[in-house]
T-cell receptor
Framework: KAGVTQTPRYLIKTRGQQVTLSCSPI?????VSWYQQTPGQGLQFLFEYFSETQRNKGNFPGRFSGRQFSNSRSEMNVSTLELGDSALYLC?????????????FGSGTRLTVV | GEDVEQSLFLSVREGDSSVINCTYTDSSSTYLYWYKQEPGAGLQLLTY?????DMKQDQRLTVLLNKKDKHLSLRIADTQTGDSAIYFCADNTGGFKTIFGAGTRLFVKA
């Protein structure tokens, strides 16, 4: 079965621009979570979606937003990019049931802001 | 607030056992996990343990959980050079969120 697919793999953007990242979860998984990974801060939780509803959100500014579609695919958007947004953005899917048996991660989108 | 802490580096010789330790603060943890990340890749789930268990064994991996001390460990038996990676401890806090430690970089010397 296909894994979690994130597109694009690499992205270079200029300060002030906006960016949209995409994630297709494993077939049948209804929960999608997003994380930002940087050398200094490690993995920071952005948000979690289940059946098109955001169930939890991390401590990020409003420039970071996301959504989930009826087919469970998810997108996250970052507006007015700052240099500090340069990071690896990881998407993870799970069944979303009460018993959370762990995530399956995608390979990530590496965003560089110049 | 919720936090997960782990040491940053561990170096072992090939064939030895590796033990990676982690502490967490959340009292309502339900599941705890170990993930592995190799260069240029996402995280791979290695194993998980439910909070009412003390130990779980899965081939070369042994997870020990001391709920009283909020301490989790991962033991890798017969460590191989292919085990060199970053290992993350993670805590499902029950609020549809999993928090991760900073990761322990395991170096395996041949």
């Amino acid at each position: 079965k296909a894994g979690v697919t994130q597109t694009p793999r690499y992205l270079i953007k200029t300060r002030g621009q906006q960016v949209t990242l995409s994630c297709s979860p494993i077939s049948g998984h209804r929960s999608v979570s997003w994380y930002q990974q940087t050398p200094g801060q490690g993995l920071q939780f952005l948000f979690e979606y289940f059946s098109e509803t955001q169930r939890n959100k991390g401590n990020f500014p409003g420039r970071f937003s996301g959504r989930q579609f009826s087919n469970s695919r998810s997108e996250m958007n970052v507006s007015t990019l700052e240099l500090g947004d340069s990071a690896l953005y990881l998407c993870a899917s799970s069944s979303g049931d009460t018993g959370n048996y762990g995530y399956t991660f995608g390979s990530g989108t590496r965003l560089t802001v110049v | 607030g919720e936090d997960v802490e782990q040491s940053l580096f561990l170096s072992v010789r090939e064939g030895d056992s590796s033990v990676i330790n982690c502490t967490y603060t959340d009292s309502s943890s339900t599941y705890l996990y170990w993930y592995k990340q190799e260069p240029g890749a996402g995280l791979q789930l290695l194993t998980y343990i439910f909070s009412n268990m003390d130990m779980k064994q899965d081939q070369r991996l042994t997870v020990l959980l001391n709920k009283k001390d909020k301490h989790l460990s991962l033991r890798i038996a017969d460590t191989q050079t292919g085990d060199s990676a970053i290992y993350f401890c993670a805590d499902n806090t029950g609020g549809f969120k999993t928090i991760f430690g900073a990761g322990t970089r395991l170096f395996v010397k041949a």
